[in-house]
């Protein structure tokens, strides 16, 4: 409870509000209320609900996410304030294309909330991906194909589960790690997945169980080639970043 603590100074101070203000505006006690911002006490499901409805914040949020941390220009808010996803922009306010390493799962699924450690992910920027948000994570183990280790899958940020689409392809974050899966059928609360690699069975993943969803849109292989990539404009404009993008390979070996 100290990050609904931390939220709750946070916001009172954005608002130059008192606690007696906040207090009287919830119909509690102040000292009641100066307990959750403390964090010696937590307020009850409803009196969270409250709070939630008081600050237009979502329950989720104010519990997860320390929102002292977001800038409004870094940060793309999603629907019904339900996800907030760090992203990075350059100088011109274009995203980003950051690149998940190698071996660093886990810090991904424990990181991908926060603006920081994405702050500190390396990027790349792809002139004909500029609608939308995209990042790159890495193929990993034979459940991928045609894609081998050495090769980035570059997905687009899905807003919404309800936007998923059977017969296409999404690289999938769980509590467990990325999983690049096809969508063999949407249930009211699941979905059922394929492998590419036939040697694998289908198997059901729970909404609850999803943290995020990348469409998948093209593939960055260890030659530094596209896969699915036609259109020859596109291709010389990508050649002129392959210099670039062997480097950061380099690096991100080299790191782990």
Same mark, same amino acid.
Request: proline share 4%; net charge negative; glycine share 4%.
């Given at each position: 409870?100290?990050?609904?603590?931390?939220?709750?100074?946070?916001?009172?101070?954005? +608002?130059?509000?008192?606690?007696?203000?906040?207090? $009287? $505006?919830?119909?509690?006690?102040?000292?009641?209320?100066? +307990?959750?911002?403390?964090?010696?006490?937590?307020?009850?499901?409803?009196?969270?609900? *409250?709070?939630s409805h008081y600050y237009h914040i979502s329950a989720d #949020? #104010?519990? !997860?996410?320390?929102?002292?941390?977001?800038?409004?220009?870094?940060?793309?808010?999603?629907?019904?304030?339900?996800?907030?996803?760090?992203?990075?922009?350059?100088?011109?306010?274009?995203?980003?294309?950051?690149?998940?390493?190698?071996?660093?799962?886990?810090?991904?699924?424990?990181?991908?909330? $926060?603006?920081?450690?994405?702050?500190?992910?390396?990027?790349?920027?792809?002139? @004909?991906?500029?609608?939308?948000?995209?990042?790159? @994570?890495?193929?990993?183990?034979?459940?991928?194909?045609?894609?081998? $280790?050495? !090769?980035?899958?570059?997905?687009?940020?899905?807003?919404? #589960?309800?936007?998923?689409? !059977?017969?296409?392809?999404?690289?999938?974050?769980?509590?467990?790690?990325?999983?690049?899966?096809?969508?063999?059928?949407?249930?009211? =609360?699941?979905?059922?997945?394929?492998?590419?690699?036939? @040697?694998?069975?289908?198997?059901?993943?729970? @909404?609850?169980?999803?943290?995020?969803?990348?469409?998948?849109? *093209?593939?960055? !292989?260890?030659?530094?080639?596209?896969? =699915?990539?036609?259109?020859?404009?596109?291709?010389?404009?990508?050649?002129?970043?392959?210099?670039?993008?062997?480097?950061?390979?380099?690096?991100? *070996?080299? +790191?782990?």
């Amino acid at each position: 409870m100290l990050i609904l603590a931390e939220n709750l100074r946070h916001l009172r101070a954005q +608002k130059g509000l008192s606690q007696q203000r906040i207090a $009287d $505006d919830l119909i509690i006690t102040r000292g009641r209320y100066a +307990k959750y911002e403390e964090g010696t006490s937590q307020p009850p499901l409803e009196l969270l609900l *409250k709070i939630s409805h008081y600050y237009h914040i979502s329950a989720d #949020l #104010l519990l !997860t996410v320390k929102l002292s941390k977001y800038q409004l220009k870094d940060i793309l808010q999603m629907a019904d304030n339900r996800i907030l996803l760090p992203i990075v922009v350059d100088g011109t306010g274009e995203n980003k294309i950051e690149i998940i390493p190698y071996k660093a799962s886990m810090g991904y699924i424990n990181g991908y909330r $926060d603006p920081e450690y994405i702050e500190h992910l390396q990027y790349m920027s792809l002139p @004909f991906l500029r609608n939308g948000k995209y990042r790159a @994570f890495p193929a990993e183990g034979d459940s991928m194909p045609p894609f081998k $280790d050495g !090769t980035y899958i570059i997905g687009e940020f899905v807003e919404q #589960l309800s936007d998923l689409k !059977t017969d296409k392809t999404y690289l999938i974050v769980t509590q467990d790690g990325f999983v690049y899966k096809s969508i063999e059928k949407i249930n009211p =609360d699941s979905i059922i997945v394929r492998s590419k690699n036939t @040697f694998y069975e289908t198997y059901e993943i729970l @909404f609850s169980e999803i943290l995020e969803v990348w469409k998948f849109v *093209k593939a960055l !292989t260890d030659e530094y080639e596209l896969i =699915d990539l036609t259109d020859n404009v596109v291709k010389d404009m990508f050649l002129s970043l392959k210099e670039d993008m062997k480097k950061m390979r380099e690096e991100l *070996k080299a +790191k782990h």
